[in-house]
T-cell receptor
Framework: GDSVTQMEGPVTLSEEAFLTINCTYT??????LFWYVQYPGEGLQLLLK?????DKGSNKGFEATYRKETTSFHLEKGSVQVSDSAVYFC???????????FGGGTRVLVKP | DSGVTQTPKHLITATGQRVTLRCSPR?????VYWYQQSLDQGLQFLIQ???????AKGNILERFSAQQFPDLHSELNLSSLELGDSALYFC????????????FGPGTRLTVL
């Protein structure tokens, strides 16, 4: 079945540091890929998405590129802020399916 | 604010009891999804409804059931509760059955004592 693997946290960074969260997936066909963010005490917010190979999703300074050859969708941000402290989830949705399959989540803590 | 509302925000109950969680999708969305977030299982898909009909089923226990009403709100019923059912339950909605973007509500935190 489908699965998503992302790096375990917590990831602790200083403000303005570079952030990378690795995400790899296993799926049949050509899934859509997503990054969701969960701020403390809140629900999940869609951060960015990519629906086909080589697509780059971007939002709020975050980027991720759909790499079919390496089955990866790594999240990056060039300069993090304290307000980026949250849990980040990588997820996929099969082309013919409806449900989202999530990775285990990566907690990111940005210190001033 | 995603536009998806869930009530109650918190629920504390005892083992063996039954509870109902409610979700109202974004205006115009026809599809509702339920997910469970627990420490040991992570985020798991439970069930999807589209315009009142069950569309997909995931790792949902037989003690759990859901429905979507004509006004499109959905309820998740959890019965014979066990300690392990303690979790955050999210509802999400999307515009169509096969829409890619799902928008999540704030969740209902269930604590079973």
């Amino acid at each position: 079945g489908d699965s998503v693997t992302q790096m375990e946290g917590p990831v602790t960074l200083s403000e303005e540091a570079f952030l990378t969260i690795n995400c790899t997936y296993t799926a049949t066909g050509y899934p859509s890929l997503f990054w969701y963010v969960q701020y403390p005490g809140e629900g999940l917010q869609l951060l960015l998405k990519a629906t086909k190979a080589d697509d780059k999703g971007s939002n709020k300074g975050f980027e991720a590129t759909y790499r079919k050859e390496t089955t990866s969708f790594h999240l990056e941000k060039g300069s993090v802020q304290v307000s980026d402290s949250a849990v980040y989830f990588c997820a996929l949705r099969e082309a013919a399916g409806n449900k989202l399959t999530f990775g285990g989540g990566t907690r990111v803590l940005v210190k001033p | 604010d995603s536009g998806v509302t869930q009530t109650p925000k918190h629920l504390i109950t005892a083992t063996g009891q039954r509870v109902t969680l409610r979700c109202s999708p974004r205006s115009g969305d026809l599809s509702v999804y339920w997910y469970q977030q627990s420490l040991d299982q992570g985020l798991q898909f439970l069930i999807q409804y589209y315009n009142g009909e069950e569309r997909a089923k995931g790792n949902i226990l037989e003690r759990f059931s859901a429905q979507q009403f004509p006004d499109l709100h959905s309820e998740l019923n959890l019965s014979s509760l066990e300690l392990g059912d303690s979790a955050l339950y999210f509802c999400a909605s999307s515009a169509r059955d096969s829409a890619r973007d799902q928008f999540f509500g704030p969740g209902t935190r269930l604590t079973v004592l």
